[in-house]
């Protein structure tokens, strides 16, 4: 899919700073003319069919700052000139068929640099590449394709330019074949390139225009202003703003440089924040392969960031986000402050403006949710025992009893929407709870939909049905769900497996699946507390924090 950070305008190609083209199935070779766009400060053109060399005129890109070409065909050097653009902090070329030294001046990139899995690729003070040998700098044949003259400048005098006519560049015994018609594929390769770049340029300013429609309501009579009055400047001083003018400074951005929040960091929410192309190149641009899940209003990518580490990426459109940006600024301060090692950690956090989207970046869960160990099958895999399920019931139970307590950089949160969806497992089987303190920054009317799920699981506490408030007894009741869910190993609770619990009757509360390895006295303890946390009456449910001490006390005494 194409994404809107390329030009604001065709008229000045020298006023491009992205040069953005990722994941469109892009063939044919890369333009020499880039090197001309003095003035760019992104190439990305990864995850797309890109072959032949990587121009040496890219060398020419002073302002450049990050230059991705990453999952193309592209083959031979890397042009030396690369080393020498003064401003390059990121260089990714992984997943080509590249060869040959790696010029010793991209060093000084350290992990901007990414070369992984070009096999001919070598060089020294590089951990991912391997050591040069005694060929790796010479090309024995010393094969040159034919380089046609593209600039319109007349041939060397002397030299027939009919194609029959040209030879091949020898080298002692070693000649390149000549070519019957070397023109014409590189002539179509380019110009079709360029044909592809100028057509995806017109849609990306269709579709800016059109999402500007669609967000016109959080930017205000100011973008008409500019459309009308700035454009008059504009074709007055013969210049044109760049696309990532309106990128960066149209639409909604809640942390935009007009933005003055009172009581809140700005400097503390810029360190969770990550830009467009990190969270693009970590979802391969959103590929529906590494979609996790999808609803109404956010999906979940799966997404791999340069560290390597593994993360899960939410997908939020702007109408579904509270439309005052002071109360979300909030609440996305709010989510950038809690910290506990039973929550799921948000990383961090990005803004599209183009795309009218908000990202949050968390850790990823690798055993996904405490729904998929309910409802197997006897003898089915994988089956949770004994002691994971109370240390699941145990962290879960922390983890709440964390957000309901006050502290310095932290008010008393309540969830509202606790489940057994919500409680994600890494990979020691830690319970992480997921999701908490996202109705800061929802849409009154997305939480209440979310909230119709958790009503017909039965999760929902009685009393909000009568007064619509939550308080931290309706997440108590969540809990009570929990606890009998995880020890039934059923999603859906019966009456026979409360009065199981109320009796002591194990064989109807107990997961059969454990084949009677358990604890009943345990069993039972946790069987009560279920009941108390589920109780109709929310002031006769008790506090987390009295859970925990149960909890704590029983492990004691046995």
Same mark, same amino acid.
């Given at each position: 899919?194409?994404?809107?950070?390329?030009?604001?305008?065709?008229?000045?190609?020298?006023?491009?700073?992205?040069?953005?083209?990722?994941?469109?199935?892009?063939?044919?070779?890369?333009?020499?003319?880039?090197?001309?766009?003095?003035?760019?400060?992104?190439?990305?053109?990864?995850?797309?069919?890109?072959?032949?060399?990587?121009?040496?005129?890219?060398?020419?890109?002073?302002?450049?700052? %990050?230059?991705?070409?990453?999952?193309?065909?592209?083959?031979?050097?890397?042009?030396?000139?690369?080393?020498?653009?003064?401003?390059?902090?990121?260089?990714?070329?992984?997943?080509?068929?590249?060869?040959?030294?790696?010029?010793?001046?991209?060093?000084?990139?350290?992990?901007?640099?990414?070369?992984?899995?070009?096999?001919?690729?070598?060089?020294?003070?590089?951990?991912?590449?391997?050591?040069?040998?005694?060929?790796?700098?010479?090309?024995?044949?010393?094969?040159?394709?034919?380089?046609?003259?593209?600039?319109?400048?007349?041939?060397?005098?002397?030299?027939?330019?009919?194609?029959?006519?040209?030879?091949?560049?020898?080298?002692?015994?070693?000649?390149?074949?000549?070519?019957?018609?070397?023109?014409?594929?590189?002539?179509?390769?380019?110009?079709?390139?360029?044909?592809?770049?100028?057509?995806?340029?017109?849609?990306?300013?269709?579709?800016?225009?059109?999402?500007?429609?669609? *967000?016109?309501?959080?930017?205000?009579?100011?973008?008409?202003?500019?459309?009308?009055?700035?454009?008059?400047?504009?074709?007055?001083?013969?210049?044109?703003?760049?696309? *990532?003018?309106?990128?960066?400074?149209?639409?909604?951005?809640?942390?935009?440089?007009?933005?003055?929040?009172?009581?809140?960091?700005?400097?503390?929410?810029?360190?969770?924040?990550?830009?467009?192309?990190?969270?693009?190149?970590?979802?391969?641009?959103?590929?529906?392969?590494?979609?996790?899940?999808?609803?109404?209003?956010?999906?979940?990518?799966?997404?791999?960031?340069?560290?390597?580490?593994?993360?899960?990426?939410?997908?939020?459109?702007?109408?579904?986000?509270?439309?005052?940006?002071?109360?979300?600024?909030?609440?996305?301060?709010?989510?950038?402050?809690? %910290?506990?090692?039973?929550?799921?950690?948000?990383?961090?956090?990005?803004?599209?403006?183009?795309?009218?989207?908000?990202?949050?970046?968390?850790?990823?869960?690798?055993?996904?949710?405490?729904?998929?160990?309910?409802?197997?099958?006897?003898?089915?895999?994988?089956?949770?025992?004994?002691?994971?399920?109370?240390?699941?019931?145990?962290?879960?139970?922390?983890?709440?009893?964390?957000?309901?307590?006050?502290?310095?950089?932290?008010?008393?949160?309540?969830?509202?929407?606790?489940?057994?969806?919500?409680?994600?497992?890494?990979?020691?089987?830690?319970?992480?709870?997921?999701?908490?303190?996202?109705?800061?920054?929802?849409?009154?009317?997305?939480?209440?939909?979310?909230?119709?799920?958790?009503?017909?699981?039965?999760?929902?506490?009685?009393?909000?049905?009568?007064?619509?408030?939550?308080?931290?007894?309706?997440?108590?009741?969540?809990?009570?769900?929990?606890?009998?869910?995880?020890?039934?190993?059923?999603?859906?609770?019966?009456?026979?497996?409360?009065?199981?619990?109320?009796?002591?009757?194990?064989?109807?509360?107990?997961?059969?699946?454990?084949?009677?390895?358990?604890?009943?006295?345990?069993?039972?303890?946790?069987?009560?507390?279920?009941?108390?946390?589920?109780?109709?009456?929310?002031?006769? %449910?008790?506090?987390?924090?009295?859970?925990?001490?149960?909890?704590?006390?029983?492990?004691?005494?046995?």
């Amino acid at each position: 899919m194409l994404t809107i950070c390329l030009v604001a305008s065709l008229l000045r190609l020298e006023t491009w700073l992205v040069y953005k083209l990722c994941c469109n199935q892009l063939t044919g070779n890369i333009p020499t003319q880039i090197g001309s766009l003095k003035q760019l400060n992104v190439v990305a053109l990864q995850y797309n069919r890109l072959d032949g060399k990587i121009p040496p005129s890219l060398g020419n890109l002073r302002m450049l700052k %990050r230059l991705d070409l990453s999952f193309n065909s592209l083959f031979d050097a890397i042009p030396p000139t690369l080393a020498d653009i003064p401003e390059l902090e990121i260089l990714d070329v992984r997943n080509n068929t590249l060869s040959g030294l790696v010029p010793s001046g991209l060093k000084r990139l350290n992990e901007g640099f990414q070369g992984d899995n070009n096999p001919g690729l070598c060089g020294t003070g590089f951990p991912l590449l391997r050591r040069c040998g005694p060929f790796d700098g010479v090309n024995i044949n010393q094969v040159e394709p034919f380089r046609p003259h593209l600039n319109n400048t007349a041939p060397e005098p002397g030299v027939n330019s009919h194609p029959s006519n040209v030879q091949g560049h020898c080298n002692h015994t070693h000649c390149s074949r000549p070519s019957r018609f070397p023109e014409m594929p590189v002539i179509s390769g380019v110009t079709t390139m360029v044909f592809i770049f100028t057509v995806a340029g017109l849609f990306a300013v269709i579709h800016y225009r059109r999402q500007k429609q669609k *967000i016109g309501n959080t930017s205000g009579s100011s973008e008409e202003s500019f459309s009308i009055d700035q454009k008059k400047e504009i074709l007055r001083n013969g210049s044109v703003s760049p696309l *990532i003018t309106l990128e960066y400074s149209y639409g909604w951005d809640p942390l935009g440089d007009g933005w003055n929040g009172i009581g809140f960091s700005q400097e503390h929410l810029n360190k969770f924040r990550f830009n467009l192309e990190e969270v693009e190149s970590a979802t391969r641009c959103f590929s529906e392969s590494n979609l996790l899940g999808k609803t109404n209003f956010s999906a979940v990518y799966k997404g791999v960031l340069k560290d390597r580490s593994i993360v899960a990426i939410r997908s939020i459109n702007v109408t579904s986000c509270k439309s005052e940006e002071a109360e979300f600024v909030k609440g996305l301060y709010l989510l950038t402050s809690l %910290r506990h090692e039973n929550l799921v950690r948000l990383r961090g956090f990005c803004f599209s403006r183009g795309r009218g989207e908000c990202f949050l970046i968390y850790d990823f869960a690798s055993k996904g949710n405490l729904s998929k160990y309910l409802d197997l099958e006897d003898g089915s895999e994988p089956v949770l025992d004994w002691s994971t399920r109370i240390s699941i019931i145990n962290g879960t139970a922390k983890g709440v009893e964390y957000l309901h307590k006050s502290e310095a950089n932290k008010p008393p949160i309540v969830h509202r929407n606790i489940s057994v969806e919500k409680v994600l497992i890494d990979q020691q089987f830690n319970p992480l709870i997921a999701d908490s303190g996202l109705h800061k920054i929802f849409a009154d009317d997305i939480v209440y939909s979310t909230l119709k799920v958790s009503a017909a699981m039965g999760y929902l506490a009685p009393e909000y049905i009568m007064t619509g408030r939550f308080t931290e007894k309706t997440d108590v009741f969540a809990f009570g769900v929990i606890i009998l869910q995880i020890l039934s190993g059923k999603l859906l609770l019966t009456s026979s497996m409360r009065s199981g619990a109320e009796t002591s009757k194990f064989e109807d509360f107990v997961d059969k699946n454990l084949r009677g390895e358990f604890s009943e006295s345990m069993a039972a303890k946790l069987g009560k507390i279920a009941l108390n946390c589920t109780n109709e009456e929310p002031n006769d %449910r008790p506090s987390m924090e009295t859970i925990i001490k149960e909890l704590n006390d029983y492990s004691v005494s046995s």
